[in-house]
Each structure stands twice: as structure tokens, then as C-alpha cells.
């Protein structure tokens, strides 16, 4: 199951989260410099991230980017999802 559901379509899983910067694996692509927005799979949750980079990684986007707007309890949860 995605952790991130995109508000254009796709899905994203959280592969690092520390403090602000935040990598998601995603089925689509966006573009640096752009913000891309969605919300937590479960419960949620807004996530707004501004694209630093996006690269293609096999079938997936590696997105790189930083949180923008994001709550204590949104950095702890994502940080949660994260592999270790």
C-alpha cells in the first residue's frame, strides 16, 4: 500500500525523511522546482513537498524535496514510514 496518495494521481512510498527533507518513491514524475501536494494514505494528512529533483529509477520517480508547511506530528509520521 502507497504511503502518499498525489492530488494529480500516483502514489509516492516515503524512502527518507529527516526534518524537513523528504525522498518519496513515486509513480510520477514532477518537475524541480515545482510543488507537488497529496496526503497520507492513512489519515490523511496534507503533504506538500517542493521538488528539489526527480530522477528515474527503473519504473518509479525518486523524488527529492522539502516539506513545505509541515506539522511536528507530519514530520514524526513520515519519518515513521521510512525504512530504516
Known sequence: MAHILWKKGGSGDVAASADDLTTVRSTIPSAPG???????????????????????????FVIEGRLLDATRELRTALAALAPP
Open 34 to 60: 515545482s510543488r507537488i501536494e497529496g496526503e497520507l494514505a492513512e489519515g490523511g494528512a496534507p503533504v506538500r513537498l517542493k521538488v528539489h529533483r526527480c530522477r528515474k529509477d527503473g519504473e518509479a
